[in-house]
């Protein structure tokens, strides 16, 4: 090997070993909490300041339909939230999805949300993941801005 063709293959061997940990680093997360690349985990995660609520919302049960994305495709979920005194008293979900996997996460979600959020002030409600659907939570999300608006004094 001549004195110039070394550096070269080492230099060339470090950008690929460079180029190898790169594709091992870990993906970053959006602010909802997820990677972008499905309802997949475990488990449950919702945000709860423990601040005051600085609206006032009247006391009754409101329904919206809330949107969102999946691998999929563009999937709805439907949010019935009963509010009294400015918190939820009872959280329903009816699953939309079209396709098969968020049909399963949207179950899922659907039979974990109630203990997520019933207890919470709907200003300090935004739920990340439940029962392993993240992508899910962005619809759930969705309607309660919806909610917040129609309830809102």
């Known amino acids: 090997m001549t004195a110039l063709s070394r550096p070269l293959v080492l230099g060339v061997a470090g950008l690929g070993l460079v180029g190898a940990l790169a594709g091992c680093a870990t993906t970053t997360t959006d602010s909802s ?6 309802d997949s985990g475990s488990g449950s995660s919702s945000s ?3 601040s005051t609520s600085s609206n006032s919302y009247k006391d009754g049960s409101y329904t919206a339909t809330g949107k969102y994305q999946s691998p999929g495709g563009n999937e709805t979920i439907k949010v019935t939230l009963t509010l009294e005194s400015n918190k939820v008293t009872k959280a329903e979900v009816e699953p939309q999805a079209s396709s098969g996997n968020a049909k399963q996460y949207q179950t899922q979600f659907s039979s974990g949300i109630d203990g997520e959020v019933v207890g919470k002030s709907l200003d300090e409600l935004s739920v990340t993941r439940v029962s392993g659907s993240s ?4 619809g759930f999300n969705d309607a309660v801005d919806q909610i917040k608006h129609l309830a809102e004094l």
């Open 135 to 138: 992508l899910t939570s962005r």
């Open 33 to 38: 909490g997820s990677t972008g690349s499905g």
């Open 48 to 50: 709860d300041s423990g």
